[in-house]
């Protein structure tokens, strides 16, 4: 069985891919939405260089489509079937957890695609997941949040001490409500470590951000 992963750059994606990959199923493509201009991903800002390699580590190709919120459906579907007819693909994986909404979306979108979906954290503990995935060795730096934890968490590497932090401050350790997004450094789906340009911080509205050196997040 051949699947397609919708990978965001982040824990979740990465998580969930490693326990498909763990029950014998093979990974064939990367598939990322980014940004009108192809610059950087829509759901975590990270540029495409940081996905590409993140996809070399992996030895799977990577296909980034450039959408607007009023064709990222569309563009979805027709990127699934034809990642399907090239890669012979079974399955899209996704790292959703527990939010109903994106569950039936991906099923949505998958149906239209002949393609099945699979949420291999589908309904789990947030907090058990947190820390499983930080004992499997996902080494994950948060990468955008919102401005209650604020920019000095921009940067930070995620670990069982920077969980039990944000449990005491009232924010959910998996961030699966939006409060902060990851970028994996590394994992043991990955051949070696990637490799980070420098970054400054940057807040638009109401949401911080890593800006990286060779590209500006804000459109």
């Known amino acids: 069985m051949n699947f397609v992963t919708s990978w ?3 824990k979740d994606s990465c998580f969930a891919m490693m326990k498909v990959v763990e029950k014998g199923f093979y990974p ?3 598939l990322n939405m980014m940004n009108e201009n192809g610059n950087v991903s829509r759901s ?5 260089s940081i996905l590409s390699q993140q ?4 030895r799977l190709p990577l296909v980034g489509i450039p959408a607007t919120w009023s064709d990222y459906e569309a563009k979805f579907i027709v990127a699934l079937q034809e990642l399907k007819a090239e890669y012979h693909l079974d399955m899209a994986v996704f790292g959703d957890i527990d939010l ?3 569950k039936e979306w991906e099923e949505k979108v998958c149906t239209a695609a002949n393609l099945q979906a699979i949420l291999p954290l589908w309904q789990q503990d947030r907090l058990g997941l947190v820390h499983q995935m930080i004992k499997e060795g996902i080494e994950t730096m948060i990468v955008s949040c919102n401005t209650e934890m604020g920019e000095t968490y921009l940067g930070r590497m995620l670990s069982n001490e920077l969980v039990l932090e944000l449990q005491q401050l009232g924010i959910d350790p998996c961030g699966e409500n939006g409060e902060f997004h990851t970028m994996v450094i590394n994992c043991p789906l990955f051949l070696q470590p990637i490799v980070l340009p420098q ?7 109401s949401y911080c951000f890593l ?3 060779e590209v500006d997040y804000h459109e």
């Not at 975590?44 to 495409?48: D, N, Q």
């Not at 996809?55 to 992996?58: F, P, V």
């Not at 970054?199 to 509205?205: A, I, L, Q, V």
């Open 211 to 213: 800006v990286w050196e």
């Open 28 to 30: 064939k493509v990367l």
């Open 44 to 48: 975590h800002g990270l540029p495409l």
């Open 199 to 205: 970054y400054s911080k940057k807040t638009y509205d």
């Open 8 to 10: 965001s750059g982040g």
């Open 55 to 58: 996809a070399a580590q992996m």
């Open 100 to 102: 109903q909404a994106h």
